[in-house]
């Protein structure tokens, strides 16, 4: 959630009364109420910067709100997104008749806790979990907090490390490509982590090149996180690279540094579309895996998991032994209180769909993702993504289906204006074309490259279940005819109606907390990453 301020609606008014464009909004709307909305009275002068008085029936909040959410984005349309926005009609009464249970409670709802402990072995078993070991793992709440699990746990064990071998453990740092997802920076920024940012180019994918990181690493270093399935692009980094040259690493100069993989995407993806791929506990020195169960797990937002390769990887003091809620269980979580609702819908994921369904839905969308791909490539757009291209060593053909026939990624598509066309048209900006396509009712982000190729900005669809075939053609259709639409004079003239920078909307400007107190630029050491789409 995005940091909201307090908002006085006094302060708003008088800012108004003189504003050139603001003078004219609604009365309604510079008094505070919500008194534009006129079909029920129960609602004519509700407040809504502060708690009404007195409520109103539960029909009219109802109504109320109903319309204002209306503006909202389809959801089906959001192509920005990975987080998964549809289960079917059994699914969702599942999710309804459990809505009232916290899967904390591990006493009182051992169904539940039941359910989850059986999800964690069948992700165990999916990633290849070591006959020999002991694979641990928890819910969380996305793949943030999993994250944040992971990272703990291994500054926690670099440190027992260091303090048995009598030298300095107050210094840590943890190695990741720059094309991270602001998770992982917040991980190291929250829990005193020097973050060592690994420079990527347009060359490399975006991404983080094994070999670029060895530079960044030391004894200091608590672990490698490498991201299976870039946000900007979609690439998968190379686990198993990684893994050898920290062996080489290791055998050199005896530094033992282990590796997390960031899988928020791809650890549902890999598993059933390439099988063949080495990335998950088949290597020995991923100790860590996390995923999000609300995006290619295809459950609603607000489910991660993560699990460690044995239990010797988690430290006892970050476990907590639970006696008050009836019996002694054991946690390791940054929140207490989880409702199990999405536990029990990843559970009825693994059961409706089987190993085969996920496959084929992994398949469906990387199919629909290469179409794409294909489509935009050597017409205005220049393709960032790889999953289209073909592997070395594949059987490629024409109608091939298999994805292993082609690089890995997710089923993502990343692609920007082609020089030839920036040259014939150079007043087009590309954030224009995601504009238009608002217009049109798609949601695809146009944002910049990250550390180490600032100088690209990126347009991506992601392609989940939802995104039909038939509304991939019409995607295709749509974006070619944008991007034409907006060369020659049409562009021009599209620059001089563009100037503005947008409609004011008190509710959301007023509630932005000051930015000067927040932008990382007017810090001494300034803020490297930033957040990217997710």
Not at 61 to 75: C, V
Not at 179 to 200: G, H, I, S, T
Not at 375 to 399: M, Q, R
Request: aromatic content about 10%; some cysteine; hydrophobic content about 40%.
């Amino acid at each position: 959630m995005s940091l909201s301020r307090h908002i006085d609606p006094a302060q708003i008014i008088e800012q108004c009364k003189e504003h050139q464009h603001k003078k004219h909004a609604a009365r309604g709307s510079r008094q505070g109420y919500h008194t534009t909305w006129r079909r029920d009275e129960d609602a004519a002068s509700v407040p809504k910067y502060t708690i009404p008085q007195n409520g109103i029936p539960s029909r009219a909040a109802y109504q109320l709100l109903h319309d204002e959410t209306a503006l909202d984005g389809n959801p089906l349309l959001n192509l920005a997104s990975f987080v998964h926005t549809w289960m079917p009609d059994p699914a969702n009464q599942l999710i309804m008749e459990n809505l009232n249970k916290n899967i904390v409670d591990q006493d009182e709802y051992p169904a539940a806790t039941n359910i989850h402990n059986r999800c964690v072995s069948m992700l165990a078993d999916l990633w290849k979990a070591p006959k020999d070991g002991k694979v641990i793992g928890t819910a969380t709440a996305g793949s943030s907090e999993a994250i944040m699990l992971g990272g703990l746990a291994m500054k926690k064990r670099w440190q027992e490390s260091r303090k048995a071998a009598g030298k300095d453990h107050y210094h840590p740092n943890i190695v990741f490509g720059a094309n991270a997802q602001v998770a992982l920076e917040k991980f190291a920024r929250y829990f005193d982590v020097e973050c060592r940012l690994v420079p990527v180019s347009a060359e490399k994918g975006f991404c983080m090149d094994p070999n670029d990181a060895l530079q960044y690493i030391d004894e200091n270093t608590i672990g490698v996180i490498v991201i299976l399935g870039s946000t900007y692009t979609g690439h998968f980094e190379d686990v198993k690279l990684m893994s050898d040259l920290l062996d080489d690493l290791q055998t050199r100069t005896g530094l033992d540094i282990p590796i997390h993989v960031d899988g928020a995407s791809g650890a549902f993806i890999a598993p059933f579309a390439y099988p063949s791929l080495q990335w998950s506990f088949d290597v020995p020195r991923v100790v860590s895996i996390n995923t999000s169960g609300h995006k290619f797990g295809l459950v609603y937002a607000g489910l991660g998991w993560i699990l460690w390769r044995d239990e010797s990887y988690l430290h006892k003091d970050l476990v907590f032994e639970l006696h008050y809620l009836g019996s002694t269980e054991y946690s390791f979580t940054l929140n207490f209180s989880k409702p199990a609702a999405p536990v029990i819908a990843q559970m009825f994921n693994f059961l409706n769909l089987g190993f085969d369904g996920y496959k084929k839905i992994a398949f469906k969308d990387l199919r629909n993702a290469r179409m794409l791909s294909k489509a935009l490539e050597n017409t205005y757009f220049t393709v960032l993504s790889n999953i289209h291209k073909p592997a070395s060593g594949g059987k490629h053909s024409k109608d091939s289906d298999d994805p292993e026939n082609y690089l890995p990624g997710l089923p993502v598509v990343a692609f920007r204006l082609s020089d030839e066309y920036k040259k014939e048209n150079p007043q087009v900006q590309q954030s224009w074309i995601q504009i238009m396509l608002r217009t049109k009712g798609w949601i695809v982000p146009n944002y910049g490259a990250p550390h180490g190729a600032e100088d690209v900005d990126i347009l991506r669809v992601v392609v989940r279940e939802t995104l039909s075939e038939d509304l991939i053609e019409r995607l295709i259709v749509d974006i070619l005819e944008v991007a034409a639409s907006l060369a020659g004079q049409q562009g021009v003239l599209f620059a001089a109606l563009n100037q503005p920078n947008g409609v004011h909307h008190p509710d959301k400007e007023n509630a932005r907390p000051e930015k000067d107190n927040f932008d990382g630029s007017k810090t001494p050491l300034g803020q490297v990453g930033f957040s990217s789409q997710c």
